[in-house]
């Protein structure tokens, strides 16, 4: 009988062990499940329901605002285009509207962008925690639009220093090439002796000038300008020893004096100085507007095929919403 009892109480005693490692490994099962199951991952939806359903509205409109900010970046390209349409067949009054219209674009442009940045920065929910009450569709969301508002940075900026500085370059060559022109003709009525005439004729060509070095300044922020530089201060040389000659004869009255002759020979140096034409430098002016055009005119493109990417991968499985608690899955 003792030798049954202490049976009977082993017997019991390893149940009662049994028991109890089962109820542990049921609660640590339990436990297992619960942490694997945390906030802001798509096996418990319903504790970022909430903060999901907040954010989604202030998406669906950031989504909104890219759509129109991608047509607005679309248009501006259309501008860049035209303007190298016209710059091409020298039409500088659609060429100076391409320019403005495209300021004023660029700007807004800028203006929405830094907008949809601060709305997207400041989203419900948003913030260190944002990844436990986000769901991974949300935060993805987020940073797809986020990432689609900052592609536009420098666009106001690229097009006032490219598309300005191509109308520069254009109206720079076109007043070198009248500038030639009209010293040509003052150098004509000199010959006639009409020297009064000359040098009011000349006075013009010096201005032209005075507005040349004034563009070349402006040029001189995006393109080197030595060579622009030296043209024109060998014209300006010209000019300036040609109206010298001018006046030196008409003070002469018709006599040989030591100052006409002193006139005559700074005349005939600054003269050698001259390149033989203005063809050179009115082609490398060209090539200058059309470069500063074109480069704008890619830097818009593709900030434009950014936004589209964007706006195709928000309307795909990023932007569509997670099943909540009380909707089905669907079927697999």
Do not use: C
């Not at 300008?225 to 003070?251: E, F, K, M, P």
């Not at 493109?301 to 669907?330: F, H, M, T």
């Amino acid at each position: 009988m003792p030798a049954m009892s202490r049976f009977l109480r082993r017997v019991v005693l390893a149940l009662v062990w049994l028991l109890i490692v089962a109820v542990i490994s049921v609660g640590g099962a339990g436990l297992v499940a619960g942490l694997a199951n945390q906030p802001g991952t798509a096996a418990r939806a319903e504790l970022t329901s909430e903060t999901d359903t907040a954010a989604a509205a202030a998406l669906d409109t950031a989504e909104a605002d890219l759509t129109q900010l991608t047509a607005d970046v679309a248009r501006l390209g259309e501008l860049g285009r035209g303007a190298l349409t016209a710059l091409v067949s020298s039409d500088f009054t659609t060429l100076d509207s391409a320019v403005a219209d495209g300021q004023t674009l660029a700007r807004k442009v800028e203006s929405s962008s830094a907008l949809l940045r601060d709305r997207l920065s400041a989203l419900p929910g948003s913030g260190p925690h944002e990844a436990l009450l986000w769901s991974p569709t949300t935060i993805e969301r987020r940073d797809v639009a986020l990432a689609a508002a900052t592609a536009t940075g420098g666009l106001e900026v690229a097009w006032a220093r490219l598309a300005a500085g191509s109308t520069v370059a254009i109206r720079l060559g076109t007043l070198l090439t009248n500038h030639d022109k009209v010293a040509g003709q003052a150098a004509a009525t000199g010959r006639a002796k009409k020297y009064a005439a000359a040098l009011s004729t000349l006075a013009t060509a010096q201005a032209m000038l005075d507005q040349a070095n004034s563009l070349r300044d402006v040029l001189a922020n995006a393109v080197d300008v030595s060579t622009l530089t030296q043209w024109i201060d060998r014209n300006a040389g010209y000019d300036a020893a040609l109206a010298r000659l001018y006046r030196a004869t008409i003070a002469a009255k018709g006599k040989v004096s030591t100052t006409m002759i002193d006139a005559a020979r700074a005349e005939r140096n600054a003269r050698d100085l001259l390149p033989s034409n203005t063809s050179g430098i009115v082609i490398i002016l060209a090539e200058i507007g059309r470069g500063g055009l074109n480069e704008a005119v890619i830097g818009i493109e593709q900030a434009r095929a950014k936004l589209q990417a964007a706006l195709d991968q928000l309307a795909g499985p990023v932007g569509s919403a997670s099943p909540g608690p009380d909707q089905p899955l669907p079927s697999g």
